[in-house]
């Protein structure tokens, strides 16, 4: 006799295959319908099943081709997206890809698919196609009353790749538009990131707060002194995109309550309006830190709807300095670490 959870087991199995089954039947009758040209009773058939059998790509596939059949073009595509997004949660990339170029026959124009395809190429490992198809769809969108989404496009390959990465370099020489407007992308970025590294130690000094932590780090170099025990400083920069100011005082504001429960009781965190967060992290070597900083600011970023970028660098002393002039420099020249 087989027990109460088994046999529930086989039933589930058992239930699961009998609906397998019956999705095959009904997608070998639709393909029946579309090779007689029934195109009218093929998607009153694929209607009365999609709500059962919603989550097989498959069903999707041919209710796109049906509807493409029928001149319904977009409604095809917006089956064939679906088709696509099963695919790839069930890692079948070449069953994706596949659909995407079905895509690109049915409507050339579509730039998006480009995008998607790319991304389906990244989760395959075809970092090459993955590279082509991002920058056919940045190509493509500059063309385009939306050509300000090339940034987004750009700032996915710096992400992905860095802006030195030879397979990307040499194919953006198929891209001569392009490859202009990656460098000067690129240029501006990096001016960017220079001029925000180096204002650093002046937005601290400028803090209305910056006299309590003068007094907080001094008074550590003295434990320190004492006791034989590194402490650490560190700032978290937040890079908001296409976000309003009160909005991203505000998501400050959240995110410095989020901040001060996740540290100790001993260590201390400021906000600055600007954008960024400052603080003492007593008794915390330079290890220490980095392991606080994945697990905090994976936290904070789990809290933002739009795409935010947050950078954390930190000095610690006495390795990195003395005093607390020594240690903002260090602090200001330090790597980053970076969480996008």
Aim: charged fraction near 30%; aromatic fraction near 12%; glycine fraction near 8%.
């Amino acid at each position: 006799m087989f027990s109460l959870l088994t046999r529930i087991t086989l039933w589930v199995i058992y239930g699961i295959m009998k609906g397998r089954n019956d999705c095959i039947k009904i997608i070998d009758n639709l393909r029946d319908f579309i090779a007689k040209n029934q195109y009218t009773e093929a998607l009153r058939l694929y209607l009365q099943n999609i709500k059962q059998f919603g989550e097989e790509p498959e069903l999707r596939n041919v209710g796109g081709d049906i509807l493409g059949r029928m001149g319904k073009t977009s409604e095809a595509i917006g089956e064939y997206e679906r088709c696509v997004e099963l695919y790839r949660k069930r890692g079948l990339f070449a069953n994706a890809i596949a659909i995407c170029k079905k895509i690109l026959r049915a409507d050339p124009n579509c730039e998006d698919i480009y995008e998607i395809l790319g991304d389906v190429y990244m989760e395959a490992g075809f970092l090459g196609e993955a590279i082509l198809n991002y920058l056919e769809n940045a190509d493509r969108l500059r063309k385009t009353p939306g050509r300000e989404m090339v940034k987004d496009v750009f700032s996915k390959l710096l992400k992905y790749f860095g802006e030195d990465n030879r397979i990307l370099l040499q194919t953006l020489a198929g891209f001569p538009g392009l490859r202009e407007e990656f460098k000067t992308y690129t240029r501006e970025i990096n001016s960017l990131s220079e001029q925000k590294s180096s204002d650093l130690i002046e937005m601290i000094k400028r803090d209305a707060e910056y006299g309590s932590f003068a007094k907080l780090v001094d008074m550590e170099i003295f434990r320190s002194k004492r006791y034989i025990r590194p402490f650490s400083i560190f700032a978290i920069e937040m890079h908001f995109n296409d976000v309003t100011k009160e909005r991203r005082f505000e998501d400050l504001e959240k995110l410095f309550g989020i901040l001060k429960n996740n540290l100790r009781t001993i260590d201390y965190v400021f906000l600055n309006a600007t954008g960024f967060f400052y603080g003492l992290l007593p008794e915390t070597p330079s290890d220490g830190v980095y392991l606080l900083s994945d697990r905090l600011v994976t936290r904070l970023k789990n809290l933002l709807e739009h795409k935010t970028n947050i950078t954390m660098r930190w000095s610690t002393y006495p390795k990195d300095g003395k005093g607390i002039e020594e240690l903002l420099l260090r602090l200001q020249s330090s790597g980053q670490v970076y969480f996008q």
